[in-house]
C-alpha cells in the first residue's frame, strides 16, 4: 500500500507500508477420558485439558479457557464438555469432549442370554437354599 501527499506547493511525498494478514495460530486441544462411576470417582475439567495457544501461538494458561458442562462422575452416562477460546482476532476455538463411562457387561447381553442368567442364577439360589437347609439340620 502507498501513502502519498501533495503539499501546497506541489510537492508529493510518499511512504509505502506492506501489510501481512496471517492466519490465527490460536488452538486448544483436550483429551477424552473414561472413568469408572463410584462414590470415590473424581473429575475436573482440567484434568482433560491438554494445552491451548493465543492468536501468535503462544501457550495460554487453563484460566483463560471457558468450559461449559458437567461431569457427574458417581452416575453413569455420556456427559458433554465444551472448552472454547477466543483470540485476539475474535475467533471462537471449541473443543467438544465426551468423558465415557465404560459399558456395563449387562448393556451386551440380548434377551435370550438375559433370560438364561437369570434362570441360573434362580437354580443356583433355590439349590443354595435346600444346600443351606439340608446341611443345617
Known sequence: MT???TDAGGNQVSAKATITVVSSKASIKAKDSTLVAG???KWNAADNFVSATDADGNGIDFKSVNVSGS???TKPGDYEVTYSYTD???NVLHRLL???HPPCALCNL???DLRQRLCDANFFFRNSYKYA???AI
Open 39 to 41: 462414590p470415590d470417582t
Open 110 to 112: 440380548t434377551c435370550t
Open 71 to 73: 461431569v457427574d462422575p
Open 98 to 100: 465426551v468423558p465415557r
Open 3 to 5: 501513502y502519498s501527499y
Open 133 to 135: 437347609a439340608f446341611s
Open 88 to 90: 485476539a482476532g475474535g
